[in-house]
């Protein structure tokens, strides 16, 4: 195998941590912009997923690039409870999570046009999404484990602990750290490669044990189709680097908020699962010290 074309033109470091280098400029984009394939299993399915689409993913898409991702989906715990309950539960409590995620993607302006980017992704067929489960266990699925490959063939894999997510990539995010292994490097670094490739095959085709591998399901995945932008001549790579606006309250959570002052600044929050409580919560924290009121102990 030639060294120095494709990915084995990149100088890539054994590791990476957040801080003492950058992932993203030094790893995760060079690999991105040389590979026809991305292979990743991570830990949660959360909403900042969709907001990993950058310009060096639009490119990678545009030359026939292929992302496979297997994710842990973010369940309330009624939703896992149906999981248990059988097959058709699980596809109704799997649908009705991520069709309600997705659409408060799409109606927040911080995040519509990423979500419609993504969403183009999976409709051209650059992006396939499985979801890991864990039926007979108490915990998630939640290990994190990466794979580029090129055309010539070469490999590059990686172990740590980033999730696919702004927080686990962004240097202003979560303290990370990856391993790298290259499979032109030889020896049992090529092996370690090949074993990462392997393990990440049958999981995809859902024959590790004690791991259930199920399709995005295809409610969820029909809604963001019908959100997407038709192809990529349409996507404005300029708006996907802007940095987001500052986070403003929906409609409804400025409602709560003015019915919490009516009532005395007393009262009960209650919302939807991921309708963002916390959020709301916060603000009111924010107003009542602005205010000049103190919190009670």
């Known amino acids: 195998m030639t060294q120095g074309v494709g990915l084995a033109a990149l100088s890539l470091a054994t590791e990476y941590r957040t801080g ?19 292979k990743r299993a991570v830990g949660f399915f959360r909403s900042s997923v969709f907001l990993i689409v ?3 993913t639009v490119e990678f898409a545009r030359r026939g690039g292929h992302i496979r991702l297997i994710c842990s989906p973010a369940l309330v715990d009624e939703d896992a409870q149906s999981i248990e ?53 108490l915990g998630l699925y939640h290990e994190k484990l990466g794979l580029f490959r ?14 696919e997510t702004w927080a686990g990539w962004h240097q202003r995010g979560n303290y990370e750290a990856i391993e790298v292994f290259c499979s032109w490097r ?14 990440f095959e049958r999981l995809w085709e859902g024959i590790v044990p004690g791991i259930e591998i199920v399709c995005f399901p295809e409610a969820a995945r029909r809604r963001l189709v019908a959100a997407s932008l038709g192809s990529f001549s349409a996507v404005d790579i300029e708006f996907i680097k802007a940095r987001p606006k500052k986070r403003s309250p929906l409609p409804y959570q400025s409602d709560a908020i003015e019915a919490w002052k009516r009532a ?34």
């Not at 596809?91 to 419609?116: G, V, W």
């Not at 090129?150 to 490999?155: I, K, P, V």
């Open 20 to 38: 003492e280098t950058d992932p993203v400029e030094q790893f995760y984009q060079p690999c991105l912009l040389l590979a026809c394939e991305y």
């Open 54 to 56: 950058g310009p060096s």
């Open 85 to 137: 309950a059988g097959y058709e539960a699980r596809q109704k409590a799997l649908e009705h999570s991520l069709s309600e995620e997705i659409d408060q993607l799409l109606a927040s302006e911080t995040t519509a046009y990423r979500t419609r980017v993504l969403a183009t992704l999976i409709a051209i067929g650059t992006l396939d999404i499985r979801l890991a489960l864990r039926p007979a266990a």
């Open 150 to 163: 090129d055309a010539q063939g070469q490999c590059v894999s990686f172990l740590g602990s980033a999730n």
């Open 186 to 199: 030889g020896g049992a670094e090529a092996e370690r490669v090949a074993r990462h490739e392997a393990y």
């Open 264 to 297: 005395g600044r007393r009262g009960i929050f209650e919302h939807a699962t991921g309708s963002g409580k916390t959020f709301t919560a916060l603000l009111i924290i924010q107003e009542h010290i602005s205010a000049g009121y103190l919190l009670n102990k």
